[in-house]
């Protein structure tokens, strides 16, 4: 069973960055098909962020993301990365990564703890 645990969030401006790490143990990223980054805003519900496929290196990025947000792999350390770039109020919330053992559209049933991003105005 693969352990997922994710680093990085914080307290930031608007319009600041951050770098979020998802780190995997017990198993390797190539064993699984696609990893990906998830948010839940306070009083919302969870909601995809980007998607990459670490057999290919295919990406998807919800429309919320394109242009702002970048996924990244590096499967030899077994670690997804978001880079996340002119962050918004509207960005706050928990972010989580998962994993598939599908393609990018999932299900993804490999989840990690959560890193609080919280970002003020």
């Known amino acids: 069973e693969v352990q997922l645990v994710e680093f990085g969030g914080g307290l930031v401006q608007a319009g600041g960055s951050l770098r979020l790490s998802c780190v995997a143990s017990?198993?390797?990223?190539?064993?699984?098909?696609?990893i990906g980054w998830f948010r839940q805003a306070p009083g919302k519900e969870r909601e995809g962020v980007s998607y990459?496929?670490?057999?290919?290196?295919?990406?998807y990025d919800v429309d919320f993301a394109k242009g702002r947000f970048t996924i990244s792999s590096d499967n030899a350390k077994n670690t997804v990365y978001l880079q996340m770039n002119s962050l918004k109020p509207a960005d706050t919330g928990v972010y989580y990564c998962?994993?598939?053992?599908?393609?990018?559209?999932?299900?993804?049933?490999?989840w990690g703890q959560g890193t609080q991003v919280t970002v003020s105005s």
């Open positions: 990459i496929s670490t057999s290919d290196g295919r990406i």
């Open positions: 017990g198993k390797s990223f190539d064993d699984y098909l696609s």
């Open positions: 998962a994993a598939s053992d599908y393609g990018l559209g999932g299900p993804y049933r490999h």
